[in-house]
């Protein structure tokens, strides 16, 4: 069975730090691409960074470079997100996602999602 377990949200302060973790099972996690992404109330969701299987060349969305990092550990199933400098508006619920789709196309396409975790930046 395919797990996406998401745990670190919270409350912190505006200028504060977080550190989100998803930890999977039920898949071949060293094959897939792992993304964040987050929906704020009233808001669509949004793309917040992605790494790719082995590692290189993460990317995010601008509104959160140079804050937050991706990370993830191959040997444990596992992604982070680490934060830094938050801001109220990176107040949203973060979904950790994982997918295949770099793959050969006669490799079945599998996107997974976690559960949400809700992150709120507040004084």
């Known amino acids: 069975q395919v797990q996406l377990v998401e745990s670190g949200g919270g409350l912190v302060q505006p200028g504060g730090s977080l550190r989100l973790s998803c930890a999977a099972s039920?898949?071949?996690?060293?094959?897939?691409?792992m993304s964040w992404y987050r929906q704020a109330p009233g808001k669509e969701r949004e793309l917040v960074a992605t790494?790719?299987?082995?590692?290189?060349?993460?990317n995010y969305a601008d509104s959160v470079k140079g804050r937050f990092t991706i990370s993830r550990d191959n040997a444990k199933n596992t992604v982070a997100l680490q934060m830094n400098s938050l801001k109220p508006e990176d107040t949203a619920v973060y979904y950790c996602?994982?997918?295949?789709?770099?793959?050969?196309?006669?490799?079945?396409?599998?996107?997974?999602w976690g559960q949400g975790t809700q992150v709120t930046v507040s004084s």
């Open positions: 039920g898949f071949t996690f060293s094959m897939y691409t």
């Open positions: 996602r994982a997918d295949n789709h770099r793959r050969p196309s006669r490799v079945t396409k599998y996107e997974y």
């Open positions: 790494i790719p299987s082995s590692g290189g060349s993460p």
